[in-house]
Structure formats: C-alpha cells, structure tokens
C-alpha cells in the first residue's frame, strides 16, 4: 500500500487501517511525504512505480510451463492434430 501524507483528498490512517487489517503476511506500507494524491502521475513517480515493480519481481517468479497450460501466442499446434495442416494424397 503507498500513500502520502501529504494527501489532501484522503487520509493516510485509511491505508494504515487496510494494511493493519489485511491478513496477509506478505504485505508492505510505504508512506511517502514528497507527494500528493496521484502518485503515478506526480513528479518523482519513478521511483515510486520501480518500488511497486520491484515488490512484484521479487514475488512473482517464473515457473516452469507444464502440460496443462494454454498457448496463447495463437501459433497452431499439431501434437494433436488442431490446426495442422492435411496433406492430399
């Protein structure tokens, strides 16, 4: 959860409730005291949106792809047969 303290049009004590409360032990409240409401659209954003990039690179890891997932590149796939292709004899 980021919010700034500066906040006029909402009171940081919200996003400190919702982090208090959430039951999630893998969470983060950042504060932050240079900005107002919008922080992605606010100077000095960048380093914001890389801290929020960051948290999620950090949780979300590759995994090895496994049999039951979807290709959604839309390539055909011919190991059974779908969109492959019939040669006339």
Not at 13 to 37: C, E, F, I, P, Q
Not at 41 to 69: M, Q
């Amino acid at each position: 959860v980021f919010h700034s303290e500066n906040d006029t049009m909402t009171d940081s004590d919200g996003s400190k409730a919702l982090y208090a409360g959430a039951s999630s032990v893998d969470k983060t409240l950042r504060l932050v005291n240079h900005m107002w409401h919008i922080l992605p659209k606010e100077p000095g954003n960048d380093k914001v949106l890389a801290e929020i990039i960051g948290w999620f690179d950090t949780r979300l890891k590759p995994r090895p792809p496994s049999e039951t997932d979807v290709d959604m590149s839309g390539a055909a796939s011919d190991s059974d047969g779908v969109g492959a292709a019939e040669a006339d004899s």
